[in-house]
């Protein structure tokens, strides 16, 4: 099986070897537009057989340190768009092949954006990053399975910028012991 890894920045990457993948790992950039930029780039040299985003996200209902693997990612800035074929909400199979994900129970929805969330009241999903629903996109529209694995950095109106810094060496253990 061969595997692409994606991952925002570098402060998010954490090499890890999974038995019998074949992983290559992609820095996509922060943001939907590089993120689907640079992953197009990389699904149209290459050929794989799952992407698989890795990094970091906030939260309103959850805990730091808690850990998803999300099947099912919305675009925030167009869920609200009632025009037809507005895409906003996409899903993929829970089963991916790779077991430590497939057997993992905190599934959860990812909710996508290009502005770093610091207010909210509610949003749909249980975890809100910059890039998911993007490569989500491109990888439905290049027939390639998807699932992004996400760890809380923060609690969303609780100081999100300042704890998602701080946060991020927590994130990467925690992401390399999740994948050991």
């Given at each position: 099986?061969?595997?692409?890894?994606?991952?925002?920045?570098?402060?998010?990457?954490?090499?890890?070897?999974?038995?019998?993948?074949?992983?290559?790992?992609?820095?996509?950039?922060?943001?939907?537009?590089l993120?689907?930029?640079?992953l197009?780039?990389?699904?149209?040299?290459?050929?794989?057989?799952?992407?698989?985003?890795?990094?970091?996200?906030?939260?309103?209902?959850?805990?730091?340190g808690?850990?998803?693997?999300?099947?099912?990612?919305?675009?925030?800035?167009?869920?609200?768009?009632?025009?037809?074929?507005?895409?906003?909400?996409?899903?993929?199979?829970?089963?991916?092949?790779?077991?430590?994900?497939?057997?993992?129970?905190?599934?959860?929805?990812?909710?996508?954006?290009?502005?770093?969330?610091?207010?909210?009241?509610?949003?749909?999903?249980d975890?809100?990053?910059?890039?998911?629903?993007?490569?989500?996109?491109?990888?439905?529209?290049?027939?390639?399975?998807?699932?992004?694995?996400?760890?809380?950095?923060?609690?969303?109106?609780?100081?999100?910028?300042?704890?998602?810094l701080?946060?991020?060496?927590?994130?990467?253990?925690?992401?390399?012991?999740?994948f050991?």
């Open positions: 099986m061969k595997v692409l890894v994606t991952y925002a920045f570098d402060e998010e990457i954490i090499p890890f070897e999974i038995q019998g993948v074949d992983i290559t790992f992609l820095k996509t950039g922060m943001g939907k537009v993120s689907a930029f640079n197009t780039k990389a699904l149209c040299e290459e050929k794989y057989d799952l992407v698989l985003n890795v990094g970091t996200a906030g939260t309103l209902n959850h805990n730091v808690d850990i998803f693997v999300c099947h099912r990612f919305v675009d925030r800035d167009m869920e609200k768009i009632e025009l037809p074929d507005v895409c906003s909400d996409i899903s993929f199979p829970e089963k991916v092949g790779i077991e430590i994900i497939d057997d993992y129970n905190k599934i959860g929805v990812c909710n996508t954006g290009d502005s770093f969330v610091t207010k909210a009241a509610h949003f749909n999903g975890v809100v990053d910059m890039e998911a629903f993007a490569q989500a996109m491109v990888c439905k529209e290049m027939n390639v399975k998807f699932v992004s694995v996400k760890y809380i950095t923060d609690i969303i109106g609780q100081n999100s910028g300042e704890i998602w701080d946060k991020l060496r927590d994130a990467r253990e925690a992401l390399k012991e999740f050991a």
